[in-house]
């Protein structure tokens, strides 16, 4: 399984960007899909998840600013971002969960988005 990507990039404080994950298999077989980032000197964390029955999460920081959705038919995750900050800078993933027939996570290699002025 391959996880692709793209719409990073550098922007101004309060500006926004849409994330692309598009997936190399039907992304309704997978349980959970996410998107997870990393920021220099840190940790990866959770930012958002969608279930395969379209049940969203979000960490507590992004609630309210970043919205993720999916489209079946094109097999590509997405996530809105706004409202976005200087400490927004990471590397976000994407992440694709599958509990049969083993539990596995799939990654990305990531897209850089930059916030700064």
């Known amino acids: 399984v391959q996880l692709v990507e793209s719409g990073g990039g550098l922007v101004q404080p309060g500006g926004s960007l849409r994330l692309s994950c598009v997936v190399s298999?039907?992304?309704?077989?997978?349980?959970?899909l996410a998107w997870y980032r990393q920021a220099p000197g840190k940790q990866r964390e959770f930012v958002a998840s969608i279930s395969r029955s379209t049940i969203t999460n979000y960490s507590n920081s992004m609630e309210g600013r970043f919205t993720i959705s999916r489209d079946n038919a094109k097999n590509t995750l997405y996530l809105q971002m706004n409202s976005l900050k200087p400490e927004d800078t990471a590397v976000f993933y994407c992440?694709?969960?599958?509990?049969?027939?083993?539990?596995?996570?799939?990654w990305g290699q990531g897209t850089q988005v930059t916030v700064s002025s």
């Open positions: 992440n694709a969960y599958e509990t049969f027939p083993t539990p596995i996570k799939y």
């Open positions: 298999r039907n992304i309704g077989s997978f349980d959970i």
